[in-house]
């Protein structure tokens, strides 16, 4: 067969419009897809483009347009996050101390375009620890060990107030700043327990010593009383021998009183018991 002569048949004209039209909705599709992004609650967002590097503008939250290959977001969370930091330092009498902190931070929203150029997305790892170890370790330096724990509000606030200069420099706010933990060598852990027991026998001892004060003192008002009560006793029955009488009669009522309550029968002498009181002598005697 000769294939020379043979001819191609062209397509048909509608073919190239359908291939157009069909590329032109994918690339309709793909710039409506990636020409949208969403900055959710407590975020923000700035801008890279590819032609003039990071805008300044930072954009709050909702739904933003951008130009598709051209431009990409970078969203930023501006809430406050909490980080613990443990660090061991030497205090001023040379005793080691470990130290834990919470840093609530966030950075500052105005000034995302800076930390993006100089510090990146991962800014808290790049500047808190670093910066949270330097200044544990300069303020732990001026205070003595029992200094950390008597005045840990105002060793609190020292820290809160360095690290809070120094996270400014770097666009980063702090919101609170915590002592967590205080933890010491053994050796100064058993010096403090040996202090606190001997405080507590110092103080058990003043107790002793205060009460047996206090049992003296009673002592001899108790004998002061007993005296005077003697006195007094003497004295009335100098003057009226019938008192001895009286107090025979009220011994016997309450001889009387106990016998007749008890359930069992007694049997004893009346001059035992001190009820023989008709052969009393009633009668005062005269000088």
Do not use: C
């Not at 995302?112 to 991962?122: K, Q, S, V």
């Not at 500047?127 to 029992?146: F, G, R």
């Not at 001899?220 to 005077?228: L, N, P």
């Amino acid at each position: 067969m000769n294939f020379k002569n043979a001819k191609v048949p062209k397509m048909p004209g509608s073919v190239p419009a359908v291939f157009r039209l069909g590329v032109l909705g994918a690339l309709g599709v793909y710039g409506v897809a990636n020409s949208l992004y969403n900055v959710d609650g407590g975020h923000r967002a700035i801008v890279f483009n590819r032609l003039v590097g990071v805008k300044d503008k930072v954009y709050p939250e909702g739904t933003h347009l951008m130009l598709p290959w051209f431009e990409r977001p970078v969203i930023y969370d501006v809430r406050a996050r909490p980080h613990l930091v443990e660090s061991t330092s030497g205090s001023r009498d040379l005793q080691m101390v470990k130290i834990g902190l919470r840093v609530l931070t966030r950075p500052v929203a105005d000034q995302l375009p800076t930390i993006y150029r100089t510090l990146g997305e991962n800014y808290n790892e790049r500047v808190l620890p670093s910066i949270i170890h330097e200044t544990l370790k300069a303020v732990v330096a001026q205070y003595n060990a029992s200094q950390l724990i008597t005045q840990r509000e105002a060793v609190s606030r020292e820290i809160r107030k360095i690290l809070t200069e120094r996270a400014a420099y770097f666009n980063i706010a702090l919101d609170d700043v915590s002592i967590t933990s205080l933890t010491f060598g053994k050796e100064f852990t058993a010096a403090i327990e040996a202090k606190q027991v001997a405080a507590q026998e110092a103080e058990r001892a003043k107790f002793i010593v205060e009460k047996a004060e206090q049992d003296k003192r009673s002592a001899v008002i108790r004998a002061q009383g007993e005296a005077k009560s003697a006195q007094l006793i003497g004295q009335a029955i100098a003057n009226n021998p019938a008192f001895i009488t009286l107090r025979k009669i009220e011994a016997a009522r309450e001889i009387a009183h106990t016998i007749s309550n008890s359930a069992n029968k007694v049997y004893l002498n009346a001059d035992d018991l001190l009820l023989n009181l008709q052969e009393m002598n009633l009668e005062t005697s005269k000088k």
